[in-house]
């Protein structure tokens, strides 16, 4: 298999291919193979091309007379790290025996795998540090508190915080399934964002009250109405100042504030954008990346000891990427942090 023919047929593989005469030489290498390993590489031996122990074994192998060989691979190729499931199929070249190795890239379904195994490590975590104090209380109350009523109501209250906070965690894994089932449909019906926001800002006037802050809300003059599931957006805008309130500080402000854009370049049209701005020690910006990832978190201890799941602003994310918004969030040592969702505007501006 060589000529203009071969590279036919190796041009209509739809995966990265490489053919190698029975001296290991690339005879062939297809445009998927070229991106992958660089454009010159036929006529070199192919060990100079991938040097990977368990691929150059399965190619030896082939090339004496076994028949077709299958592994998957992790190797770093052009600074790339890939994970892929490789073939080597016993071919004629040039009248000899040669062999074709086809490369599938895995590496987008093994990081999907990586993040469900961690998924799962991280919720099994979240779950038995309440577990484990639960039952070590139990232990206590059935033994040496058993009869001490006042062990007994001390840890009874610690009993119910840790039974309240996998109740969260629960409540928030079942959330974060729903939104993300539901993300690929955009929600339709009419929301107006500024009463939705009075009830969000009314229902959260305890906890600020307790906190020491104020909440204060900038409306623009006329209604905002944007396309999307009420009840996610209280959830969006119930989690965003209610973080802000908790992290925030004492004795602060929250400030929510509009603003119309006539033309927001990713979202490619008119948009709102609703700011949630607090006053707290603000964000490192080694940590912005990844504050939607799911369980991350700035402060371990102080989100955990705030009644924080680690999951808030995942939800956050998935239900704005439903909306087809976007969310941005800027933040400064020192300075506080602002979150702001922008929506794309359902009627535009008069």
């Given at each position: 298999?060589?000529?203009?023919?071969?590279?036919?047929?190796?041009?209509?593989?739809?995966?990265?291919?490489?053919?190698?005469?029975?001296?290991?030489?690339?005879v062939?290498?297809?445009?998927?193979?070229?991106?992958?390993?660089?454009?010159?590489?036929?006529?070199?031996?192919?060990?100079?091309?991938?040097?990977?122990?368990?691929?150059?074994?399965?190619?030896?192998?082939?090339?004496l007379?076994?028949?077709?060989?299958?592994?998957?691979?992790?190797?770093?190729?052009?600074?790339?790290?890939?994970?892929?499931?490789?073939?080597?199929?016993?071919?004629?070249?040039?009248?000899?025996?040669?062999?074709?190795?086809?490369?599938?890239?895995?590496?987008?379904?093994?990081?999907?795998?990586?993040?469900?195994?961690?998924?799962?490590?991280?919720?099994s975590?979240?779950?038995?540090?309440?577990?484990?104090?639960?039952?070590?209380f139990?232990?206590?109350l059935?033994?040496?508190?058993?009869?001490?009523?006042?062990?007994?109501?001390?840890?009874?209250?610690?009993?119910?915080?840790?039974?309240?906070?996998?109740?969260?965690?629960?409540?928030?894994?079942?959330?974060?399934?729903?939104?993300?089932?539901?993300?690929?449909?955009?929600?339709?019906?009419?929301?107006?964002?500024?009463?939705?926001?009075?009830?969000?800002?009314?229902?959260?006037?305890?906890?600020?009250?307790?906190?020491?802050?104020?909440?204060?809300?900038?409306?623009?003059?006329?209604?905002?109405?944007?396309?999307?599931?009420?009840?996610?957006?209280?959830?969006?805008?119930?989690?965003?100042?209610?973080?802000?309130?908790?992290?925030?500080?004492?004795?602060?402000?929250?400030?929510?504030?509009?603003?119309?854009?006539e033309?927001?370049?990713?979202?490619?049209?008119?948009?709102?954008?609703?700011?949630?701005?607090?006053?707290?020690?603000?964000?490192?910006?080694?940590?912005?990346?990844?504050?939607?990832?799911?369980?991350?978190?700035?402060?371990?201890?102080?989100?955990?000891?705030?009644?924080?799941?680690?999951?808030?602003?995942?939800?956050?994310?998935?239900?704005?990427?439903?909306?087809?918004?976007?969310?941005?969030?800027?933040?400064?040592?020192?300075?506080?942090?602002?979150f702001?969702?922008?929506?794309?505007?359902?009627?535009?501006?008069?």
């Open positions: 298999m060589s000529g203009p023919d071969g590279d036919m047929l190796i041009e209509a593989v739809p995966a990265a291919m490489l053919v190698v005469d029975r001296q290991s030489r690339l062939l290498a297809n445009a998927e193979a070229r991106a992958l390993f660089g454009e010159a590489i036929v006529g070199r031996p192919f060990v100079t091309v991938l040097r990977h122990p368990g691929i150059n074994e399965a190619l030896e192998r082939v090339l007379g076994v028949s077709q060989q299958s592994l998957t691979a992790t190797f770093t190729v052009q600074g790339r790290d890939l994970t892929v499931e490789v073939r080597v199929t016993p071919l004629s070249v040039a009248g000899g025996r040669g062999a074709a190795l086809a490369f599938e890239d895995r590496s987008s379904l093994e990081r999907a795998e990586q993040m469900r195994r961690d998924f799962v490590a991280n919720v975590h979240e779950l038995r540090t309440p577990l484990t104090a639960l039952m070590g139990i232990e206590t059935r033994g040496p508190a058993k009869n001490d009523a006042n062990a007994r109501d001390r840890f009874l209250g610690i009993m119910e915080r840790e039974a309240g906070r996998m109740n969260r965690l629960v409540g928030d894994l079942l959330s974060l399934s729903r939104v993300e089932a539901e993300e690929r449909r955009r929600p339709v019906q009419s929301v107006e964002l500024t009463g939705l926001l009075r009830n969000v800002i009314a229902a959260l006037r305890p906890t600020a009250d307790a906190a020491g802050v104020t909440i204060e809300l900038a409306p623009p003059d006329e209604p905002v109405t944007v396309a999307g599931d009420a009840d996610q957006l209280v959830q969006v805008f119930d989690n965003l100042i209610e973080n802000a309130v908790k992290y925030g500080g004492r004795d602060a402000s929250v400030h929510l504030g509009f603003a119309y854009l033309h927001e370049p990713v979202l490619r049209g008119p948009a709102w954008a609703i700011t949630v701005a607090d006053q707290g020690e603000g964000i490192a910006p080694e940590h912005l990346p990844r504050l939607t990832e799911r369980f991350y978190r700035v402060d371990t201890h102080r989100s955990r000891e705030q009644g924080g799941t680690g999951l808030g602003l995942a939800i956050v994310k998935h239900i704005v990427n439903r909306h087809r918004g976007r969310l941005k969030i800027e933040s400064e040592k020192g300075k506080g942090s602002r702001i969702v922008i929506l794309p505007d359902q009627i535009g501006k008069s």
